[in-house]
């Protein structure tokens, strides 16, 4: 997200010298112009539509264009809705330090021991994300539920006489769920950033008297931090805005912050709101990434 | 001499720690095709017996043909689309150096890392702004907008290992720009360019939430699959059309990785590496 952002500001700081451009450049920019211009209509468009209906007012049909923050405080003061945001945050921050944790001995695995079936190891990683993901969360629904796979084969094996009936419809099963989802998302980049280490500091390391845990903590870990950071990102960030796990096995008390903006512009019709709750998460989950970047760099990316 | 034996069996801890990680994420996807098989209307251990009749079902059910017919049409567009506007990109930034390049090209990824909701409500509130009526089509905007970042990352790898010298060696030949691209340019990138085709289709075949929100009356098959999941007498033909689901994405995969590994080998990379898959 910092990222983009500073992307954004080198734009904004780039526009003024376009009438110099070489020819280069107006060869690229031409090139790129297709896939710039859906990407602004298809994408800056809506967004900047979304932020202006949040400051806007809807009664049934009738938009009300006068300029408000009513939905905003709304969206931030309602107990519902706090309640609904804290929840979002709780179980995605919850789901990506599980999942980053569980990830690490994996990549650390595969970069450091597996020699030549690499690509293979990671093409079996990547297959369970390539299948349907409606079907993949639907599928713990089906092992979690009361007659499901999991009651029903701790119920044959005598291990419990009735069904369990907390493991399904609760938060728990919303963050197991995300964590089974997303974890090859958090594989990958911390395999990338272990694999660029230059294996002879490891050996430096080693001959300068450093045992194996001081020589993780002191070269391996922080160097591999900005791949930690990476897949922080990439697990919270979508995380936070699901849909689907939510309402397939969260019950009422694991609903999330975006099937509320999904009931604002359907059964609710007051798009105005949802689009101030939208806006908002956005603000808030920018706001961590941007904190989780810059406590990465601080922390990592040199040997300590 | 500690240290080799601690070495030894940590690496021993790691292997049976990679192989339970392994087994965690297949686990739900084994489900699948044992449970379509299985001759029983509830999906719940202990298995019943073999049938292929929940298969026979999907074959008879009118509606779910009308939305595989609709996510093909769906899929296939999206593919076509984004890989064009994909190789656009791609080849732009491989060639060429412009002012803001970098935020053109982190403005064209941004997709990746936005929440889909946040993508389908800003579309859905265009869209519905603008007055247009919600179909095929515009599911197909929402897909390519999503698709073509995956586009970009595969076929950046394409165009990077292609050498400009053949292409200056056509034109010093004689062939026009067009000429150039069908003749030498094209046929290099080939493998990076069935590989993008293949990943999109497969990302547009599987997609729900987009989907969900701008479909119109037409569905396309997550959708479908959505609505059948409120109904426990259809969860075993559901299983059924997923066991298909999940043999197609696999095979598409593997097709997908062939060509990728081909597009690398032909710029004389190491092809069982893992560069470009990244």
């Known amino acids: ?304 | 001499m500690m240290g080799r034996a601690m070495r030894y069996a940590s690496a021993r801890w790691l292997v049976v720690y990679a192989v339970a990680y392994m087994i965690f994420l297949y686990a739900p996807v084994i489900l699948l095709p044992l449970f379509a098989f299985n001759d029983g209307t509830v999906v719940a251990f202990p298995l019943t017996g073999f049938t292929t009749k929940w298969f026979g079902l999907l074959w008879s059910t009118e509606a779910l043909h009308g939305a595989v017919r609709n996510s093909a049409f769906v899929a296939v567009s999206t593919a076509l689309i984004s890989t064009v506007l994909g190789a656009c990109a791609a080849r732009s930034a491989s060639k060429y150096r412009f002012p803001g390049q970098r935020g053109v090209m982190g403005f064209i990824m941004l997709p990746l890392v936005l929440p889909e909701i946040i993508v389908a409500v800003a579309l859905l509130v265009m869209l519905i702004q603008l007055g247009m009526s919600l179909s095929l089509w515009t599911v197909i905007a929402g897909h390519v907008l999503i698709c073509t970042p995956f586009s970009i990352a595969i076929l950046s790898s394409a165009f990077a290992g292609l050498e400009d010298s053949l292409e200056e060696a056509s034109f010093d030949l004689g062939e026009t720009r067009w000429g150039t691209f069908r003749r030498v340019t094209l046929p290099l990138i080939m493998p990076g360019v069935i590989s993008s085709l293949l990943i999109t289709f497969t990302i547009s075949l599987d997609e729900f939430i987009i989907a969900f929100f701008l479909t119109g009356t037409d569905v396309t098959l997550p959708v479908y699959i959505w609505s059948q999941l409120r109904f426990p007498s259809k969860l075993p033909s559901v299983m059924a059309l997923g066991t298909i689901l999940l043999v197609l994405s696999v095979a598409l995969l593997m097709v997908a990785e062939v060509f990728r590994r081909r597009a690398v080998r032909r710029q004389g990379m190491d092809g069982g590496s893992t560069q470009g898959l990244i």
């Not at chain 1, 450049?25 to 202006?52: D, E, H, K, N, W």
């Not at chain 1, 919303?174 to 280490?197: G, Q, R, S």
């Not at chain 1, 059964?267 to 989780?292: Q, T």
Request: proline letters at 5%; hydrophobic letters at 55%.
């Open chain 1, 1 to 304: 997200m910092a990222r983009t952002m500073y992307r954004w500001c080198s734009v904004m700081g780039d526009a003024q010298i376009v009438p110099s451009l070489s020819q280069e450049s107006r060869q690229g920019l031409t090139l790129i112009s297709p896939t710039l211009i859906y990407a602004l209509i298809m994408l800056a468009a809506p967004l900047a539509m979304v932020v202006a209906f949040s400051f806007w007012t809807q009664n049934y049909l009738d938009l009300d264009k006068t300029l408000t923050f009513d939905n905003y405080r709304e969206a931030w003061t309602q107990p519902i809705f706090q309640v609904l945001m804290w929840r979002s945050l709780r179980i995605s921050l919850i789901v990506t330090a599980t999942t980053v944790v569980l990830a690490f001995p994996v990549a650390y695995y595969l970069s450091f021991h597996v020699r030549s079936r690499k690509a293979l190891w990671l093409f079996l990683i990547t297959v369970p994300f390539w299948t349907s993901y409606l079907l993949r969360v639907f599928l713990w629904k089906v092992i979690l539920g009361y007659n499901g796979v999991f009651n029903s084969a701790l119920m044959n094996l005598g291990i419990i006489d009735e069904p369990l009936t907390f493991i399904l419809y609760n938060a728990n099963a919303v963050v197991l769920t995300l964590a089974h989802a997303w974890a090859p998302f958090a594989i990958l980049p911390i395999f990338v950033a272990l694999e660029k280490i230059d294996r002879s500091l490891l050996e430096a390391a080693e001959d300068l008297g450093d045992g194996p845990v001081r020589r993780f903590f002191r070269i391996t870990l922080p160097l591999a931090m900005p791949g930690v950071v990476a897949s922080t990102l990439i697990v919270l960030i979508p995380t936070v805005g699901d849909y689907i796990t939510p309402k397939l096995v969260g019950g009422t008390d694991g609903l999330m912050v975006a099937n509320m903006i999904q009931v604002q512009f359907g059964k609710a019709n007051n798009a105005p709101l949802g689009a101030a709750l939208a806006v908002s998460s956005m603000i808030v989950v920018a706001a961590i990434s941007i904190g989780i970047y810059f406590a990465g760099r601080k922390f990592g990316g040199k040997i300590r």
